[in-house]
């Protein structure tokens, strides 16, 4: 027994695995593979023409930028043999990475390439180096304005779900609630939380707390309609069903009503977002001292306009990673709806 | 042999006396029509019996049910279970409908599980749980959600469901009613053999004659507008009863010529 195992040919792994062949379904197609590296070449070149009017160190920048993009290319499309959940992210995301460096590469060519013949007059339109080197340049006053951002964004978004769930399910429950507080929703609500801006100055005891008032306002309405309205439309067999088998009120509003309404809810929590995105930079702008809002204000002051962009370029980073957050917890919540209804 | 062993006690079921209840309804059209879905019905029902309602839309059966199981109030009349009366929906009447009705965020497990949530009891009867999803058979789905089952399974959680509170009267609204006809013959088989098992008193409202002759002690004929109790026939044929047998189709003619359904339609 054991001499056969012994004498059984040794392949050596690495053979092996050369003699594995994909199968051509799971291999990312070679096009698709160096889409990316390619388009970062072609970037380089458009930059390398269009640079020599430019000040030095931003083309240097550019190209450290370009560079290490090109070799995480190049490792990912080395890495992906090994990895199928690799492999099908790069099938999905790497045309849009190429087609998005491009998209740089054409921005490059508007902005500095045809300088001479002035399409887009200087100050106000930065090429993509430069607005990478104000991002460098300023990383910590960026980094800074973002922080109190979130902080401001966090406080009115969590003080504003709070209270429009609370005040959501009320009025979805109770008739007494609804007839009271219903014309006061259709009425107070739809009024844009940034009207609100002179009376919260007045009232409030500084500017934070006006801005956190305002977003968590600009929450309240969509959070609170939505949430009453899927309390209120809960399938009647279902609390039915759920009273012949015991339940009590309090089981039927938070065992029954309330996950019967969370797709409706999650709807409200994701309106309330985008609201909060919008009176943050606003309310930012106007009386807060701080953050991205104020940040882009301030950098245009000074005509500083790459700086402005470079803001831009992270409030996109920042508000999508915030919203792809609140994606996650939806899927985790509502993992029961996948398979009922397309997301 | 499960369902044996949670019964316990060998009857569990109780009496039902429906004593001249009427239900009103507005009408649609106005505030000042009202039609009556029930016009004072009488019925009374053995402890362990299995009854069925049977009829045309519109006679007021599951109103009837609903009043039973307390989601709403008659208008006149008095309804009892044991010699407690009706007032409000209570654990002990389970009630199934003709849709499952799972809670689309809970697992297989979860659905069944509500009544002794609901209760408080989870923690004591926790066994349980698994007792009856082995009763209907769904052990191997207990972490599934309820859009992966089929419309038999579901079913089949449903009655779990109910059943879990062991109810002394358990009420069926046409539950068999959406499956196609293979899995209805099945399951009629399943709803009997737990009612055996169990002792539970049964009142099955259905559209399907078949199944009402298949099944039950007693079949309650209704006919509509205003839903009064036409008829209450006995069946008298052994158990386990044939679908083919002589005395099964006489008896289904007699009821088809009591609803004007015999043939030669003469309007």
């Not at chain 2, 799972?102 to 749980?129: D, Q, S």
Request: charged residues 15%.
């Amino acid at each position: 027994m054991s001499q056969e195992l012994a004498v059984q040919p040794r392949i050596p792994i690495s053979a092996e695995r050369e003699q594995i062949e994909l199968p051509a379904s799971s291999r990312v197609p070679a096009k698709i593979l160096l889409s990316v590296p390619v388009a970062i070449i072609l970037a380089l070149i458009v930059h390398w023409f269009s640079a020599k009017n430019e000040p030095e160190n931003e083309t240097r920048l550019y190209n450290l930028f370009l560079g290490e993009m090109f070799g995480a290319s190049l490792l990912i499309a080395y890495l992906q043999r090994f990895s199928a959940g690799l492999r099908e992210w790069m099938k999905e995301t790497c045309p849009i990475i190429g087609v998005a460096i491009l998209f740089l590469a054409i921005l490059e060519i508007i902005t500095a390439g045809l300088r001479w013949m002035p399409l887009l007059p200087m100050p106000y339109f930065p090429s993509p180096a430069g607005v990478l080197q104000s991002m460098i340049n300023d990383r910590e006053l960026l980094f800074d304005s973002t922080w109190h951002s979130l902080a401001l964004l966090l406080g009115g978004y969590t003080l504003g779900v709070t209270i429009g769930l609370i005040t959501g399910i009320c009025i979805g429950w109770f008739p007494l609630a609804r007839y009271w507080g219903m014309p006061v929703l259709k009425v107070v609500g739809p009024i844009p939380a940034t009207a609100w801006i002179p009376l919260a100055m007045i009232v409030s005891p500084s500017a934070m707390f006006s801005a956190i008032g305002l977003i968590a306002l600009a929450v309240w309405f969509p959070v609170t309609m939505l949430t009453a309205s899927g309390i209120s439309n809960t399938r009647a067999s279902y609390l039915d069903v759920a009273r012949t088998l015991g339940a009590s009120r309090s089981y039927l509003i938070f065992r029954v009503a309330i996950p019967a309404a969370m797709p409706n809810i999650f709807l409200g929590l994701f309106m309330g977002l985008g609201a909060s995105f919008l009176t943050l930079i606003v309310a930012e702008t106007i009386g807060v001292k701080s953050g991205l809002g104020w940040y882009v204000t301030w950098a245009q002051g000074w005509a500083e306009y790459g700086k402005v962009y470079a803001a831009l370029v992270i409030m996109a980073a920042f508000f999508s990673s915030i919203m792809s957050v609140l994606f996650k917890v939806r899927d985790h919540v509502l993992v029961w709806q996948k398979g009922v209804i397309k997301w | 042999m499960v369902a044996l062993n949670s019964a316990q006690s060998a009857a569990e079921g109780s009496t039902l006396r429906v004593d001249g209840v009427s239900k009103a309804f507005r009408g649609a059209d106005g505030v000042s029509t009202r039609t009556f879905a029930l016009d004072n019905v009488s019925l009374s029902v053995a402890a362990g019996e299995l009854i069925s309602i049977v009829g045309p839309s519109g006679c007021g059966k599951s109103t009837l049910l609903r009043l039973i199981a307390g989601l709403d109030s008659p208008n006149s009349g008095e309804l009892r279970v044991g010699s407690e009366v009706i007032t409000a929906p209570n654990a002990e009447r389970g009630l199934v409908f003709q849709d499952p009705n799972l809670f689309p965020w809970l697992t297989v497990r979860r659905n069944i599980e509500i009544g002794l949530v609901a209760r408080g009891l989870l923690r004591e009867k926790r066994h349980e749980v698994d007792e009856f999803m082995r009763l209907v058979g769904l052990e191997a789905f207990a972490n599934a959600f309820p859009h992966h089952l089929s419309g038999g399974m579901a079913q089949r959680v449903a009655l779990a469901r109910a059943l879990i509170n062991h109810p002394k009267l358990l009420l069926l609204d046409e539950p068999l009613g959406a499956l196609d006809a293979f899995t209805r013959m099945r399951m009629q088989d399943e709803v009997l053999r737990l009612w055996r098992a169990r002792q539970t008193t049964m009142v099955l409202v259905t559209h399907d004659i078949d199944e009402a002759i298949y099944m039950s002690d007693r079949i309650v004929i209704m006919s509509p507008r205003p839903g009064r109790i036409e008829r209450v026939i006995v069946v008298e044929l052994d158990r386990p009863r044939h679908r083919n047998s002589p005395e099964f189709l006489n008896l289904r003619g007699e009821i088809l010529e009591l609803l004007h359904f015999a043939g030669a339609a003469t309007a």
